[in-house]
């Protein structure tokens, strides 16, 4: 099991920028595909951004697509979601997971360890 620990978050308005940072606690970070969700009250999580192990492939849902930037640091065991051109329908708890699979870099159930989450809400 990886224990991953959120960073980053908070209030911006539209037009701003965030970046969100996912702390892994593994020896074999590289192994592991991370995923970044998000959830809004009421809605089943939703993916967001995926990048495998090596950080030689990634995935986007098409409304963040040319707008956010998923990367990853495998010497510091660091995964990052870069968020530029935030929109209010942004808005909502962010989580990053790990999982193990590339095919299921979309599901949230090919994945076996989550972040606590952090917030992001982006003001009109």
């Known amino acids: 099991q990886v224990q991953l620990v959120q960073s980053g978050g908070g209030l911006v308005q539209a037009g701003g920028s965030l970046r969100l940072s996912c702390a892994a606690s593994?020896?074999?970070?590289?192994?592991?595909?991370i995923g970044w969700f998000r959830q809004t009250p009421g809605k089943e999580r939703e993916f967001v951004a995926g990048?495998?192990?090596?950080?030689?492939?990634?995935s986007y849902v098409d409304s963040v697509k040319g707008r956010f930037t998923i990367s990853r640091d495998n010497n510091k065991n660091m995964g990052y979601l870069q968020m530029n051109s935030l929109k209010p329908e942004d808005t909502a708890m962010y989580y990053c997971?790990?999982?193990?699979?590339?095919?299921?870099?979309?599901?949230?159930?090919?994945?076996?360890?989550w972040g606590q989450g952090t917030q992001v809400t982006v003001s009109s």
């Open positions: 997971a790990t999982g193990r699979l590339w095919i299921t870099v979309t599901n949230m159930n090919g994945y076996g360890s």
């Open positions: 593994t020896r074999t970070f590289s192994i592991y595909t």
């Open positions: 990048i495998s192990g090596s950080g030689a492939m990634t």
